[in-house]
């Protein structure tokens, strides 16, 4: 396995396996992998195939985080990415600097103005000009035929495809199916964060979404009713505080007044200063 760090020779080896119609599958993260990350390498492999070349990307993009947040605590730990990246089978690690993403004077950014809005967007107003930003220029860095990206950050993946069919950017977005552990929490480098009660309350937000799609396995249920049921679920925890809970069509994520089978529910609990997420069509 390669570590590339700079820039430029990241974008000098993507021209040279480009050159020579080598195909390239890219998934980005913020490192301190696990089993879902490397799931989503595993998907990359399997899309370019043994002759293709498998890049992840490890890096803790400032510009997505709030000043309120947690990019100076975000878990870090290279050494043991590395390995795990090497064993998972990638190709190419770039994990460049903020020096090399962001030089002095670095100034333009990119943003959606409609999917972006709700749920995460309106939780966490700049977080998605930060994303797109960064992927946009990972993109441009590490020019993939195939970037894979988690279902576990549902929205994330909308908007990250709606930025590639407006921009026109030669690739195709594949989105991977959420990793759990074994009592249902999604997998997350956030769960670090969880005391041993929060860790055990945690799994309400799996434990929603399943209470959600039995709500409407045999008719519609207005969403009002719906968001209140699960707010009252949540509120039995006493570790847990509901950011927000959202019923929407997957495809164009408009807020659904009747929910039904085959919308999708997506929910943002907070224990403490931890914020987790999680999604599921119904
Ligand atoms: P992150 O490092 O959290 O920015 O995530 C990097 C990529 O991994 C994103 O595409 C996420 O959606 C994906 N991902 C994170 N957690 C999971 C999971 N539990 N299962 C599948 N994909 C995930």
Redesign the pocket.
């Known amino acids: 396995m390669r570590i590339v760090t700079s820039v430029a020779a990241m974008q000098r080896l993507a021209k040279e396996f480009k050159a020579k119609n080598v195909p390239i599958g890219f998934?980005?993260?913020?490192?301190?992998l696990?089993?879902?990350?490397l799931?989503?390498v595993k998907r990359a492999r399997d899309l370019v195939g043994n002759t293709g070349q498998v890049v992840a990307s490890i890096y803790v993009n400032p510009t997505q985080f709030a000043p309120t947040e947690d990019l100076s605590k975000y878990p870090r730990d290279l050494a043991r990415d590395k390995k795990l990246c090497r064993d998972a089978g990638v190709d190419i690690l770039f994990v460049p600097s903020d020096k090399e993403m962001y030089p002095a004077g670095y100034s333009t950014y990119i943003v959606e103005e409609s999917l972006s809005k709700t749920m995460e967007g309106a939780s966490r107003p700049t977080h998605f000009r930060g994303v797109m930003t960064i992927v946009a220029k990972l993109f441009n860095i590490v020019l993939p035929e195939v970037a894979?990206?988690?279902?576990?950050?549902f929205q994330?993946?909308a908007v990250i495809q709606k930025m590639v069919t407006d921009l026109n950017f030669p690739l195709r977005i594949v989105v991977?199916?959420?990793?759990?552990e074994s009592d249902g929490l999604?997998?997350?480098?956030r769960n670090k964060y969880l005391s041993p009660a929060q860790r055990e309350q945690a799994t309400i937000l799996s434990q929603s979404l399943r209470y959600a799609r039995k709500a409407v396995l045999k008719h519609p249920v207005s969403a009002a009713q719906l968001k209140s049921e699960v707010a009252k679920l949540i509120s039995e925890k006493n570790e847990a505080r509901l950011d927000y809970v959202a019923f929407f069509d997957p495809k164009t994520l408009k807020p659904a007044e009747q929910v039904k089978r085959g919308d999708q529910i997506a929910l943002a609990v907070f224990f403490g200063k931890t914020r987790l997420i999680d999604n599921a069509k119904l």
């Open positions: 998934v980005p993260t913020m490192g301190y696990h089993e879902g990350h799931s989503l894979v990206f988690g279902q576990k950050d994330q993946a991977a199916p959420t990793v759990r999604a997998m997350s480098s």
